[in-house]
DNA sequence: ACTAATGTCCTTTTT
DNA sequence: GGACATTAGT
């Protein structure tokens, strides 16, 4: 399970039959809808019906943007179903625990109008499932059921904590940090990369300190196993641990008849090998992806894996999605002019019957504040024309490049939620909150020992240090906390604490194991953190939240694995009928799609980000990201990018530079866009070919009003 | 032994 | 502006 054992395996050695060639192969018959049962199928246009209908064996769909990949999962799923197969052993692996649902509810809901009412699939993420087959099967693979997971947070914490008992911490040369190296310890387990070509690649500054990172890591997967911890990289591992033994991966594949996993083009190896040793003794794996929407190139995912399938998977039938029903042609014209520049490439243009619609806008803005007031003017003119605010979404490559629109956006009272970036779960209340519990649950887990025990008065590390050495010598029962010797400050909160522990370790039901913890937790936080309230209502939410669950187990998988998107607190004043617009980030605006979308910050340095330019592949990989975003837009599609930023860094305090336009916006992709600008005189001598003034606002009514 | 204050370097995307 | 190491103060 260490890192050595995956050294030097590199790219998968062999030709690869091109995709292109392959989808050229004869079409396969189309079932006969004779049967009435199966009439929901005249839903379905001949690509996705060959789809759906397809009987035993693997296959590969390409499914380009927006030609309705999610409902044809769905059907399939429901076709599945129809012919017989258990809804329980079939498996369904997306990209998000939402995905999952909406796919198998969608499935539900086509076969109760065929009058099928049948239990439910399999559905989750890669992660998601893992955690629930390590907890069914892990004790085979020496795997103590009661884990418990660590989230990326947890897990930063613990290589901070041994990067400090190390004493790589003082150095005359600064040692990377924690984030920093969990980032290249998790690229060397997801790419299946040895640690010196991780870093060569990936991380070139670090490379002086490959025997320290390489000392750090094993101390941590020391660790991990001791406190019984499993991190989201480890479940994939443990996984594939699982699938690598002969009988268990007979067994584990027995469970299931058919596999289906979506956003194929975002897995790693590891989750390759995962799927292939799922399928001993059968074939049944539906696989859909769309190599121009890889964006997680950085999680170690890898185009290659579509690529191989068919090799993975011989006899793989391939069939290609390529009509397009989200999008007008006009913004389809512009995403195909710039997706064209991509250097790999197997998917065809995307085309649409909905021929008519409003060109997409690109719009130079004299400066942020500028686009931020042009964004919200045509938002609100939009609203006025009847779109929604949740029809509406304003996208951007990084969590922080909307610090100013959303101070504009609370200014003018316009409600919004805020998708990537800090997630209701990461906050530091509620990940107190819940430390609690998973001290309960597992006993071990020091991380979580550190998070309660540091909220005490008087105790720091050097005192949460003994606390741990005490509870080992009374056999790691938790509530054997109430009789360590603390600091005199903290005498009465451990005695406290001690029975909130056994009382949480009795039979009390989740919910009000929640509500004990948040009366032990209450004052504590309000001493603690500012914006107390908030807080405590956050804590509400989360008693409600755990009264879906039975178990404390499954509430605190599912928190880890799949928590909730956005922050209550985080969204705007709730008013105006529960409407929100959306702010996300092109990464977890995957999938989605909207009315009205706005790419903002469309400018070199921002999108592509100058963190992602070192490489080809990286760039590649930030032309995708542009190609996902103008590809969530149905009807109205508007570009904007700032002419003039301030500096933030620090110094002197109105500097400013100026900006220039992502450099993917070529002039072929220009001339399927309207141009403008925002904000007055922007006076950009450079950029100033076929740009004409508007005032934003009042020609959007004019267009669409 | 812990907390608060100060100085220096880096600043992405997610399960 | 945040993370993190170091230093000074309680």
Same mark, same amino acid.
């Given at each position: 399970? !260490? ?118 699939? !399999? ?117 594939? *641990?699982?699938?690598?033994?002969? $009988? ?86 512009? $995403? ?15 085309? &649409? ?51 100013? %629109? =959303? ?7 316009? #409600? ?37 025990? =540091? ?23 938790? *509530? ?7 600091? &005199? ?12 522990? $056994?009382? %949480? ?9 929640? *509500? ?34 039975? &178990?404390?187990? &499954? ?9 909730? =998107? ?41 999108? #592509? ?39 933030? +860094? ?48 009042? +020609?959007?009514?004019? +267009?669409?009003?």
């Amino acid at each position: 399970m !260490w890192l050595e054992s995956h050294a030097g395996l590199g790219p998968l050695p062999g030709l690869f039959p091109d995709l292109a060639a392959l989808r050229a192969a004869p079409p396969a018959k189309l079932w006969p809808v004779a049967d009435p049962d199966l009439r929901w199928l005249d839903d379905l246009n001949p690509a996705q019906r060959e789809a759906v209908t397809y009987g035993e064996g693997p296959l590969l769909v390409v499914a380009g943007a927006g030609t309705g990949k999610t409902r044809t999962l769905a059907y399939r799923v429901a076709y599945l179903v129809a012919q017989g197969a258990p809804p329980e052993r079939i498996l369904l692996l997306t990209f998000t625990r939402r995905a999952a649902e909406e796919m198998l509810s969608r499935a539900e809901g086509v076969l109760r109008r065929a009058g099928d009412v049948r239990g439910r699939a !399999w559905g989750g993420t890669f992660h998601a499932t893992a955690s629930r087959l390590l907890r069914l099967h892990g004790q085979a693979a020496g795997l103590s059921p009661d884990f418990t997971v660590l989230d990326g947070g947890d897990a930063e914490d613990l290589l901070g904590l041994l990067r400090h008992e190390l004493g790589l911490a003082s150095r005359d040369r600064r040692f990377p940090r924690k984030a920093t190296c969990l980032a290249i310890y998790s690229r060397a387990v997801n790419g299946t990369e040895d640690l010196s070509t991780v870093l060569a690649r990936h991380f070139p500054w670090t490379a002086a300190w490959e025997d320290e990172l390489r000392t750090l890591f094993r101390a941590y997967v020391d660790r991990k196993k001791r406190l019984r911890v499993l991190d989201f990289d480890d479940l994939l591992l443990y996984w594939r *641990e699982m699938v690598a033994d002969p $009988a268990l991966a007979r067994e584990l594949s027995a469970q299931f008849d058919h596999l289906l996993v979506d956003e194929y083009q975002d897995t790693n190896r590891l989750q390759a090998e995962i799927l292939r040793g799922m399928r001993i003794g059968n074939d049944n794996v539906t696989v859909v992806g769309d190599d121009a929407q890889s964006i997680y190139r950085f999680r170690g995912a890898t185009v290659r894996n579509i690529l191989d399938f068919p090799r993975e998977f011989p006899g793989a039938r391939i069939v290609a999605l390529e009509e397009n029903y989200r999008s007008t042609m006009p913004i389809l014209r512009t $995403a195909n002019a710039l997706i064209a520049q991509a250097r790999e490439r197997y998917t065809k243009n995307l085309w &649409s019957p909905r021929e008519r619609g409003p060109r997409p806008l690109l719009v130079a803005c004299r400066d942020e504040r500028a686009q931020d007031e042009f964004v919200v003017g045509e938002v609100l003119a939009r609203y006025e024309a009847g779109v929604p605010l949740r029809n509406q979404a304003v996208l951007f490559r990084a969590a922080h490049h909307t610090a100013s %629109l =959303e101070v504009e956006l609370a200014r003018r009272g316009i #409600p919004f939620r805020k998708y990537g970036g800090l997630k209701f779960v990461e906050t530091a209340h509620i990940k107190d909150a819940l430390a609690f519990l998973r001290v309960a649950e597992n006993p071990r887990d020091e991380l979580a020992w550190f998070r309660i025990l =540091e909220l005490l008065d008087g105790v720091g590390p050097v005192t949460v240090s003994r606390a741990l050495a005490h509870l080992a010598q009374h056999g790691h029962r938790p *509530e054997a906390i109430a009789f360590f010797s603390g600091p &005199s400050a903290s005498r009465e909160d451990l005695e406290r604490l001690g029975k909130l522990l $056994a009382e %949480l370790r009795g039979d009390l039901p989740l919910p009000a194991q929640v *509500e004990r913890v948040r009366r032990f937790y209450e004052p504590l936080l309000t001493a603690l953190y500012d914006h107390a309230p908030a807080r405590l209502r956050d804590l509400e939410s989360l008693e409600v939240i755990a009264s879906g669950y039975s &178990s404390r187990r &499954s509430f605190l998988a599912d928190l880890q694995l799949d928590p909730p =998107e956005s922050a209550a607190d985080l969204a705007g004043p709730p008013h105006l009928d529960d409407d929100w617009l959306v702010l996300s980030t092109i990464h977890s605006a995957k999938g989605c799609e909207w009315d009205a979308v706005y790419l903002i910050h469309a400018a070199d340095g921002f999108l #592509p980000s100058d963190l992602a330019t070192g490489s080809e592949e990286e760039i590649e990989e930030e032309l995708r990201l542009v190609y996902v975003a103008l590809t969530r837009a149905k009807t109205y599609l508007t570009v904007t990018w700032p002419l003039r930023y301030a500096y933030r +860094r620090w110094g002197a305090a109105d500097a400013h530079g100026y900006a220039q336009l992502c450099r993917f916006f070529t002039p072929a992709v220009r001339e399927t866009m309207e141009e403008g600008t925002a904000g007055g005189d922007v006076g950009t001598p450079s950029e100033g070919h076929g740009v004409t003034r508007f005032d934003g606002a009042a +020609r959007i009514r004019a +267009r669409w009003g």
